[in-house]
């Protein structure tokens, strides 16, 4: 178990799992940025888009949560998991989010089937912390009926459903299938064209392990009402959370410093509030002879 802790406080989770994927990624992102440990160096600027907590592209900046998690490579911030890696859009710091987009997912003009698609899975240790928003529909495109998805429930496909508005029955419109062709009416066996599920119904996204062929990813936008799948939002909307010890964080800041982090060895990982030139276990005006023990 990872522990964090801080000024009489000890809280716990799993210890974050890094996918063989990013570990090359994350080693050289480790060698070319220096550990972070003034308020000033937390906040960054990646393309046009500022990363402030509980993000961070710097080593001991922002929430241990979600350390190894965001990248700045060329100007594109990139976010890794381990489902691979995701190009994202925007970070709405007041609603708690991301978008995400992914190059192998299908838009309504251009249906895409391939084996570079793998879907959106999440480690273990990133779950309690991230999640595909609840009105984000995960339309997943041509799963054999073999797929898990409906096992126990023949020829019914319990699982797919509308999810606030958007489903298969309107993406099934799109220009894009006529360049994959549909499946013929009447056809009692062969995989089908769309299901539509939302993150929570099956916890993850492998298209793998689901059998599917291809996948696409609408959110809503609600109150907005879309004409139609042209007009949908594409893409994957993540919702985070900001842990139950926003409180340290505040007081931090308040002080005139930034939140972050240091490894202690072992699994043991302590908030620490950055104050310039030394790192408290409280705030900045915790005392007059800092701590520079970082």
Known sequence: MKSYTKSKCIFFHSKLHISPKMRPLTLLYTLLLPVATSAASCRSYCGNLTV??????????????????????????L????????????????????????????????????????????????????????NN????????????????FPRQHLPCRNISGLGCEEFLTCPGWASVGRRRVGLKSGPMDCCAVSFESIKSVNLT???????????????????????????????????????FCKSCVAT???????????????????????????????SKFPNTNN
């Open 256 to 286: 005139g410093g930034a939140c972050g982090y240091a490894e202690r060895g072992g699994d043991a990982v302590e908030e620490l509030c950055l104050c310039g030139s030394w790192n408290s276990t409280t705030n900045c005006d915790s």
């Open 209 to 247: 392990k689901l059998k599917c062929e291809g996948y696409s990813s609408v959110y809503s936008v609600a109150p907005l009402k879309p004409n139609g799948p042209d007009d949908w939002a594409y893409g994957i909307r993540v919702a985070y959370s900001s842990e139950q010890d926003d409180a």
């Open 137 to 152: 529909a995960f339309l997943l495109i041509r799963c054999s009926d073999e797929s898990p998805l409906f096992q126990g």
């Open 52 to 77: 402030d907590y509980p993000f961070a592209t710097r080593p001991g900046c922002g929430h241990p949560a979600y350390r190894n998690l965001l990248f700045c490579i060329n100007d594109f911030l």
């Open 79 to 134: 976010l890794h998991v381990v489902s691979g890696s995701y190009r994202v859009l925007n970070i709405d710091y007041a609603y708690k989010s991301l978008t995400l987009h992914d190059p192998h997912m299908s838009t309504c003009h251009d249906i895409l089937l391939s084996s570079a698609a793998t879907g959106f899975s999440l480690e273990p240790s990133r779950s309690p912390f991230l999640s595909p928003d609840p």
